[in-house]
């Protein structure tokens, strides 16, 4: 059943009084409900939005970090993502303490078909013409902007992002190993104690990992890119194949591979790995197609091994979130890693 538009949405896109616009239930997501914006100008004209909605405090840090996720990615490829129109709290419940979040994006059509052309093959008139790979390297070979009070490109995001429901802090760091240390192992292990009690085995692994194998693997004299220091990109965060599809953005254009559900920060883009090694869904001509624009990093020879770093960190997260069912994957990660270099300095 369509509902009305609440004002807050409708100012966050910039409805004026002339425009109806109804919202219906649409899609779902684990973490919020998900709906259709349909909104009927003045002069005729229609365009549809997507909005999420989830109550409480740590649902407006979530939506704030998507929305800025979702702008920095789009900005370096708009044809990868839908882009973000705003986030905030429904005025009809603003002065309430059950404040209700939202999202507001340009609407992503899965149900879009490609025709076929006269000649048989797919009519991709008004894509892009790029591929998920070809998008993802793009977007992987672009420098992260400098945020002020730096001289140069550095590791984290001006916000607070979300992977799942774990809330991730991106303070700026100029080395690539100290933000994977501190911003995702040793943050991960505080909320996994947070919601599963002390876990003094698991935290003295971590710590281990922390400690001695990031160094070893990703400081800045052993670990580099073609000879140079790692560039800060933005990366998606949580990239599997439940957060990639291919459709229509925004009502306009041809049918585009896209991604979505952002948890952005800048960082080394191998990192972007852990996850899409985790769960696959990223056969080998995506990955040959994808490394042909952004090389294996040096050395290359270890690059399986940073991988693992890095889905170490997804392990965790979804220990914290799911369960204790996780938990041995991370271990099993930490044991392997901690017997080709835990003594090696």
Known sequence: MAQLLDPAVARALSLGPDTAASVSRHGGSGFSTTAKIMATYGDGGRKDFFMKTAPGSDAEIMFRGEHASLNAIHAVIPSLCPQS??????????????????LVTEYLDFGARVAAASDGTKDLHGSSGLSLAAKLGKLHSTPAPIPDGFATPVFGFPDATCCGDTIQANEYKESWADFYAHNRLRAIIRQYEHAHGKDAELRSLVEDVADTIVPRLLRDDHHSDNGNKIMPVIVHGDLWSGNKGT?????????????????????SREYEWGIMKMFGGFDRDFEREYHTICPKMEPVEEYNDRIRLYELYHHLNHATIFGNSYRSGAISIIRELQRRYGNKK
């Open 85 to 102: 129109f705003g986030h905030g709290v429904l005025e009809k419940d603003a002065q309430s303490s059950h404040r209700t979040a939202f």
């Open 247 to 267: 459709g229509i953005i925004g009502g306009q254009g041809g049918l585009e591979e896209v991604v979505f559900d952002p948890s952005a920060c800048y960082a």
